[in-house]
């Protein structure tokens, strides 16, 4: 995406992780800060007085900071998205029009530039002004409502799905609507519209092709799977291991790679719709016989069977495995004379350096310079 400049005016998780991943593709991102700075600013925990929130998201951009409740900063803004190819926003639905970025103004000030903003709940229709945060979303969605423990209380999924769904849906979009701009010939302004609830009914796609379908009403079922089984967590005599089977065709082989021939003569696991009604009798017999011997010596056999499976690992066996060096998981920035490393985007070019979140208003005076100002202007907008 070299060549590509995009105006990053978003703060927190789901506007900047979507620049991140643009930045890591080789666009120039100029992220736009008030005179306070991003929210994620202030976000602990901190290294070196540095938010590790904020510095995991803001890798590879140029940070610039104006004033936007002057017309000096207003007119800044509107020069700096005369060059730019795309401008992203998570602020709530309005401002940008009290910003003069309204979709007539955009198209006034730059024809070609694909604009997109991310909110709770669009920018219009009746829950348009409601504030949202990623746990109301999931809420909201239903996404709750299918999480958690088998017969147990609705429960947040670990990490922030409903911002990072509408991040990457919103990644999506600006590269399609790049994509018709420059190989199409398209030349009008596109405002993408982006929800972070609409992003997660497609996240549910499954549970709700079920109940538009057959009338199914999903709850809470742990790790578990709705169609399948073995698909989950067994003990064995040191971690839990998880197995999955994907089809009936799969159960004489898993049977005879774990010694256990017996199961194939049992009725209650006689096909998929058997074992699934017999589910917990099945649990309760594999976890007995799986707590015979290792993890390690269950996860040989089977991989060497060709049955999908693995030790439940953890956030710190991932980081400190041989595998996240293979799968060049992490990257390695240097801020501060201190090297920090974070979650890599997985399609980047694996030689891409990364650079670190940039300080406040690191770089205006330099992009303030690009768009022509001097220095005694540079300095009035830079105060």
Known sequence: MKGIRIVDMTSVLSGPFCTWLLA???????????????????????????????????????????????EEG????????ATADVFVEN?????????????????????????????????????SHRPAYDIVVQAMSGMMSINGELGGDPTRVGFSVGDIAAALFTTIGILQ??????????????????????CQWVCLE?????????????????????????FEPYPTADRDIVIGLGSDKDWPRFCEAIGYLELLKDPRFQGDEARLANRDDLDDVLGAHLKQHSSSHWTKILIDNGIPCSVVETIQTIADSPLSEEYAAFSTVTSNGRDMRFARNPVADRNFEESPAPELGQHTAEVLAELGYDTDAVAALSR
């Open 24 to 70: 890591s593709l080789g666009a120039d991102v100029i992220k736009v800060e008030n005179p306070n700075g991003d929210l994620a600013r202030t976000t602990p925990p901190f290294e070196d007085n540095v938010s590790l929130y904020f510095a995991s998201l803001n890798r590879n951009k140029r940070s610039v900071k104006l004033d936007l409740k002057t």
């Open 206 to 230: 499954n549970a709700f092709a079920r109940y538009l379908n057959a009338g199914i009403v999903p709850g809470p079922i742990g790790s578990r799977h709705p169609s399948m089984a073995p």
């Open 74 to 81: 207003k007119e800044a803004l509107h020069k700096l998205l």
């Open 177 to 198: 609507r790049l994509y018709e701009r420059d190989a199409k010939g398209v030349g009008e302004t596109s405002h993408l519209d982006v929800s972070m609830l609409a």
């Open 91 to 127: 602020m709530r639905p309005g401002v940008r029009d009290r910003l003069g970025c309204g979709d007539a103004d955009l198209k006034r000030i730059n024809p070609r530039l694909i604009s997109a903003s991310i909110s709770g709940f669009g920018q219009t229709g009746s829950l």
